[in-house]
């Protein structure tokens, strides 16, 4: 590694080696820190489901990178560069891609190193699901008479901070659902179902509100996400009280960046 004109380091070799969640636990807090939201492939390399990769230039780690070995596999899950060497993003990001042999990004457009990522390495992008966030308190009238908010009798498997609740028209439930504790704390993924015979009567909106309020009560952020064409979720999650920050999107990698196709340099 040599110096630059006004003394910054140029680097010779970037690499990207297999690596142990262990080791980049430290740079893991980085990336969730500079998100600041809730990450949906946060689960995926504690759980096993997406290989770890530590990003070096020369001998200085600068970034780590993950890949889904299951569900999506050969997607980039997660990617970040510290802040001081982002200029070397491209080079780290073929490195990752030869070595790793990633096809695809799955990445959120409400984080930075997903929309850099996602604009650097793919020529077109499909929005699969929408992210929500916490819009603020507000507060929701009951829709019909005799509606009851409660916690469900059975505590939620998922997670122990986890919640499920239901909504009782008098002595029957009519929409169910809770918050999920899976991904990065302290964000609540909050999801629902409404009885079909009850649908379109504003029971679905109202419960909604109640979980955000019962996560706040408990330390949580609500946060929510649904697919980018389900148009009924997206307004009883917007009745409720969240607020669209972004998208989920895949796409493939640009033949420049892959091993087989790539270009001289």
Request: with cysteine; charged share 20%.
């Amino acid at each position: 590694m040599g110096r630059g004109a006004e003394g910054t380091p140029n680097y010779m070799h970037a690499k990207a080696s297999r690596t142990t969640l262990q080791e980049i636990l430290g740079l893991r807090d980085a990336y969730v820190a500079e998100a600041n939201c809730q990450l949906i492939s946060y689960s995926a390399l504690p759980r096993g489901i997406a290989d770890p990769y530590v990003l070096l230039l020369d001998d200085e780690v600068a970034g780590y990178a993950g890949i889904w070995n299951r569900y999506s596999p050969g997607h980039v899950s997660e990617f970040f560069v510290t802040l001081g060497l982002r200029r070397w993003c491209p080079e780290l990001f073929r490195a990752f891609v030869e070595d790793g042999g990633a096809t695809h990004v799955e990445l959120q457009t409400n984080t930075l190193m997903g929309r850099v990522i996602a604009a650097m390495a793919c020529r077109s992008l499909r929005a699969e699901k929408i992210v929500f966030q916490d819009g603020g308190a507000i507060a929701l009238t009951a829709p019909m008479p005799g509606v009851t908010f409660s916690e469900a009798p059975d505590p939620s498997p998922n997670h122990p901070d986890s919640r499920q609740y239901r909504l009782l028209v008098g002595s029957q439930a009519v929409v169910s659902g809770g918050y999920l504790c899976h991904y990065n704390p302290p964000y609540a993924d909050v999801y629902m179902e409404v009885e079909e015979s009850m649908r379109r009567k504003g029971l679905g909106r109202y419960f909604v509100n109640a979980v955000m309020e019962a996560a706040r009560s408990n330390g949580k952020i609500p946060a929510a996400r649904c697919n980018i064409d389900n148009l009924a979720s997206r307004a009883t999650l917007l009745g409720a009280g969240f607020r669209e920050v972004g998208h989920i999107v895949t796409g493939r990698i640009r033949p420049e960046f892959r091993r087989a196709e790539a270009v001289p340099r």
